[in-house]
């Protein structure tokens, strides 16, 4: 019987240990979906960023290639046509 009884002790204080692991597991498992989570969030927030500054870089090289161009006239020609272009597609827009 002494055999049979060590034997249930010992099992007993196994899946105790066990259940104690796992608990700690699913608490770290838990720790580390939020620290996904935020580490996506803070990605998507960069993502976002990139696509300003992108934006941004365009807008520069346009500024730079309008300012360094000689010639007052033809920048003045292209000035008109973005605003010619613009007012189309605002109009576009408006009969949709």
């Not at 597991?25 to 580490?39: D, G, M, T, V």
């Not at 969030?41 to 290639?65: F, N, P, S, V, Y």
Request: charged share 40%; net charge positive; proline share 0%.
């Amino acid at each position: 019987m002494a055999s049979f009884e060590s034997l249930y002790y010992r099992i007993e204080y196994n899946v105790k240990a066990a259940l104690s692991e796992m608990k700690e597991l699913r608490k770290e498992n838990a720790e580390l979906r939020s620290k996904i989570q935020s580490l996506e969030e803070k990605e998507q927030d960069l993502h976002k960023q990139i696509a300003e500054m992108t934006e941004r870089l365009k807008l520069l090289i346009i500024t730079k290639t309008v300012l360094n161009k000689e010639d007052k006239q033809e920048t003045k020609k292209q000035i008109n046509d973005w605003v010619r272009e613009i007012d189309k597609c605002i109009t576009l827009l408006t009969n949709k």
